[in-house]
């Protein structure tokens, strides 16, 4: 059903913003593959798996994410236990951790599409969780 629901998504310039699993999703629906267990790469750091902020992201400068969060850097969450290896067609890399992991993914069109690999729901007080969430109702309400 997830799969049915992005292609009309897709097709239909909807907006989509795809968390953890979501951006998963996304990423293999575009033909990208995953690492599927994390704690079996060879990483640089320990891979933080916590509720709290405790993994630093850098966001890359002429990304959409950036434009939201008008931000270089980022604390987040990991929860997650796969990451992305291959990159889906269309889509690019606008998030990574200090492992080099990808944490944040969107299209390069005029499609509003945005995965991110932490959880911004599990940070309710944080300030970036408000302006993720209040860019993606604006694009809702665009369309």
Known sequence: MELFLLERALTQNIPVMGICRGMQLINLFMGGSLHLHIQEMDLEFKH????LPLNTIKIEPRSHLHKILKAKKLQVNALHHQTLKTLGKGLKVTAKD?????????????NFILGLQWHPEF??????????????????KIR
């Open 123 to 140: 940070m309710p007080y944080h300030w970036s969780t408000y302006r993720i969430f209040e860019a993606f109702s604006k694009e809702m």
């Open 98 to 110: 200090t492992n080099g992991l990808i944490q944040a993914i969107e299209t390069d069109n005029e």
């Open 48 to 51: 933080p798996h916590s509720l």
